[in-house]
């Protein structure tokens, strides 16, 4: 199962932070999570990693789908504190060569 | 598959390629008349392709793979059943849609209508079948045909696997139970089964069944690792698609954004260059941004994530876009001053221009609004520096779109990122072909189109993470469809021969047909021994009968890739022609073709009366020419065929609403 936590910085950043396994079936969900936070006007996101024990493609075509919504406001969608098992999703797609994942949560959007 | 035929089919390959190589070698080497070149030089290059051909058919059949009982499935998988329709008659995609639902395994089945058809969502949904349709992020976005209406699809369902249905495709219950066990291999990604069509005689007079692609060709491609993806009756794993999908995405806006980059400066330079010269802040905003490609290039080169980059670029050039906005509202509101001055004006209400709206104004600052939006090569250059795919519905595409058949280039992809496929050789879904030669010819001109979009855009044989045997096996199938310009030799050849005595090889002497005959048969006899009592004839007449199609597929399709013209692409019709009599205008070029080789025969033998020509000579070729009047004579039966009667008395689903759909591969049929 998995659990969606969502809050807003005091900068106004909005943070999601799946925890479980983040698969096709919570794909959509993830999705929907985002676009909801860029049409309530949160138009910077960090998608917080470090609770998420498992993500597949699907998952990873979501954070695209809320990455192409986010720049498409104005905005931009960072992920943050991957763990290696998700990590190495990333690079199977190559997505780890052209999206840095952060540290942390809170600098995400310092650089 | 026995061992035994395994390796007699390996003999007689083995058998054939030697032979292959010794007649055509020795043809090169010593045997062409070069003094008439012009016929010479083709027909040499020519029986070329057909060795390259028969190597690879060869090839293809080394490994013949026989899978036989599939394993058993886990119980627990999830699967989605999609069936893709545009403008079928309603009642035979609901007729496929209620036998989806009877499939055993458990799954959930989904009507995808691209047509957006609210009766047939009504009845859909009615009988509890999910309907699908496009979703608002398509409006006014390329729509890809049928490979948009899948992404589209994959997008709003969930299952792990995907089994996908044209319209017409009436999947028997137990396919799934048939297919998913396969997926036990983690690495599986696909299962293809074969494309069989109910409305067609056993004569087959349109080539519509595929009995040696379905068959020894995919079993024989799936022994390398290569079976393919035919775009219906199959199963795929939705995570080798959506990493195929997100694999795609990574390294396009990765090309795109360096494409973009590297054509900047012209771009740049050239805005500049036709911009006025007192246009003097819409020439400073080009100025900046121009410094912030060369700054987003640096940081690339300095190993920045694309992602970053782009996004830094993106809030520059807004920046800027601002700035120059602030720039037109300053003069503007300047300009309100000195009006408001003016007595008169200000009296006036019709030029109360102080009074416009704020947020009005504000509105400038959007991307179209904007003093920069009037200079669009450039805006379209910043729009292309960013990673958001703005010209595209989804940003993530898992079904490729280079071509218009998306089938083979998802399959060549999924290979090249390491997922295995498997071709199961059991009927489990049965279709309707097309039943007129129109239509019939449409499909193959758009089959072989986009095959050879494939070849231009893709080709086979350079795509990394395929292994060579993989190259070969796609570029295998590309090859067959080349037979066209080969056709147009083997017509021309013998007409050559009997009307000018123009021999294009040296002597038609002994050690010509010790070469050829025994080259021939066994190249026949490696076809019957593949073929292990399936038709092949038809495929073979087709392969060489179809030559303008073929022809026109390598022509439009180059100017498609290279040229950017239109392909002239049309939805394969699947409603019943109203009869209009035999349509041997659609023809022409074989009856031409026919005509002069029956002329030739006439030629020829008033030469041979006249003494002018051998007896052998002229013998030979009337036989080659009365081979290919065999093999064209298919077209005649192809105009005067007058659609599927069935043998029985009908029953009443087909009777009522016979369409015409479509669904095989018409290469690879005849690789002789």
């Known amino acids: 199962m998995i659990e969606f936590d969502v809050r807003t910085t005091d900068d106004g950043i909005g943070v999601v932070a799946p925890r479980g396994r983040l698969n096709m079936v919570a794909a959509r969900q993830l999705r929907e999570t985002l676009t909801g936070l860029v049409e309530g006007g949160t138009r910077r996101i960090v998608v917080d990693l470090a609770g998420t024990t498992f993500l597949d493609s699907s998952a990873l075509g979501a954070l695209v789908a809320g990455l192409k919504t986010a720049r498409q406001a104005g905005g931009d969608l960072r992920i943050a504190r991957p763990t290696e098992s998700v990590m190495t999703v990333f690079r199977l797609t190559n997505m780890d060569k052209v999206l840095r994942a952060r540290d942390d949560v809170e600098s995400a959007f310092d650089v | 598959m026995s061992d035994a035929r395994r390796f007699f089919v390996r003999v007689v390959a083995l058998v054939t390629a030697i032979l292959g190589i010794n007649y055509v070698a020795w043809r090169w080497l010593f045997s062409v008349n070069w003094d008439a070149w012009w016929i010479a030089v083709p027909l040499v290059l020519a029986e070329t392709y057909s060795l390259v051909d028969s190597l690879l058919f060869g090839m293809t059949v080394w490994r013949l793979k026989g899978r036989g009982e599939p394993p058993v499935p886990a119980r627990d998988l999830t699967v989605d059943v999609f069936i893709a329709t545009y403008n079928e008659p309603l009642d035979l995609v609901l007729d496929t849609a209620r036998a989806a639902q009877r499939i055993a395994y458990p799954h959930r089945t989904w009507i995808l209508d691209d047509g957006n058809r609210a009766e047939l969502r009504a009845r859909a949904e009615a009988e509890g079948i999910g309907w699908i349709t496009r979703s608002a992020d398509w409006a006014d976005m390329p729509r890809h045909a049928k490979a948009g209406n899948l992404n589209n699809a994959l997008s709003v369902t969930e299952g792990e696997f995907l089994l996908i249905l044209d319209a017409d495709m009436v999947p028997s219950p137990e396919i799934l139970d048939r297919t998913l066990g396969y997926f036990e291999d983690e690495r599986m990604g696909l299962v293809q089964t074969p494309q069989y069509f109910v409305n067609v005689p056993d004569h087959d007079p349109l080539g519509s069944q595929a009995p040696l692609f379905y068959g020894p060709i995919q079993e024989g491609k799936d022994g390398w690792n290569a079976a393919f993806f035919c775009g219906s009756n199959a199963v795929i794993r939705r995570e080798a698609l959506m990493q195929l999908g997100v694999a795609r995405y990574a390294g396009e806006v990765e090309v795109g954004v360096h494409r973009a980059l590297r054509t900047a400066r012209s771009v740049i330079r050239k805005a500049r260059k036709d911009l006025d010269a007192d246009q003097v802040q819409v020439l400073g905003a080009l100025e900046e941004i121009d410094y912030a490609i060369a700054r987003a290039r640096r940081d690339l080169d300095r190993g920045e994530a694309l992602f970053d980059v782009t996004y830094r670029f993106q809030k ?22 000195i009006i408001a001055g003016l007595d008169r004006v200000a009296d006036d209400p019709d030029v109360s221009l102080a009074t416009i709206d704020e947020t ?10 904007s003093p920069l939006g009037a200079v669009e090569t450039v805006e379209a250059l910043v729009r292309s520096i960013d990673v958001d795919r703005g010209g595209e519905a989804q940003p993530v595409m898992p079904m490729a779109t280079i071509s218009v058949t998306e089938d083979m280039a998802t399959c060549m992809r999924l290979h090249g990122l390491g997922w295995r496929t498997a071709y199961h050789d059991e009927i489990l879904a049965k279709g309707l072909a097309p039943e007129d030669l129109q239509t019939m010819l449409t499909q193959r001109l758009r089959w072989a189109q986009g095959t050879m979009q494939v070849m231009f855009r893709e080709n086979p044989l350079v795509q990394k993470g395929l292994t060579l045997a993989q190259r070969l096996m796609y570029f295998a199938t590309m090859w067959t469809y080349l037979s066209g310009f080969a056709a147009l030799v083997y017509i021309a050849a013998p007409i050559t021969y009997l009307t000018l005595g123009v021999l294009p090889v040296q002597a038609l002497s002994t050690d010509f047909f010790v070469r050829l005959v025994p080259f021939l048969l066994v190249n026949q006899l490696l076809f019957f021994v593949v073929a292990d009592g399936r038709p092949t004839w038809r495929g073979q007449q087709y392969s060489l009968a179809l030559f303008p199609v073929w022809i026109r597929s390598f022509t439009s399709a180059f100017g498609n890739v290279f040229l950017g013209r239109s392909l002239d692409f049309a939805v394969t019709p699947k409603e ?18 026919m005509g002069l080789l029956v002329l030739a025969l006439v030629a020829g033998a008033v030469r041979l009366a006249l003494g002018e020509a051998s007896p052998f000579g002229t013998v030979f070729n009337m036989v080659w020419v009365v081979f290919d009047l065999v093999v064209f004579s298919v077209i005649i039966s192809a105009v005067r065929y007058r659609g599927f009667e069935p043998d029985t008395a009908p029953d009443s689903d087909l009777d009522a609403s016979p369409p015409e759909t479509a669904s095989a591969r018409p290469s690879d049929e005849g690789a002789a």
């Open chain 2, 576 to 593: 019943k022609r109203a009869p209009t009599g035999h349509r041997w205008d659609l023809v022409k070029p074989q009856l031409v073709a």
């Open chain 2, 316 to 337: 520059r050039v807004a920046t800027t876009r601002r700035e120059l906005v602030d720039a037109d509202l300053r003069t503007l509101n300047e300009d309100l001053a």
């Open chain 2, 360 to 369: 009005a104004l504000l509105q400038l600052a959007d991307r179209e609004w």
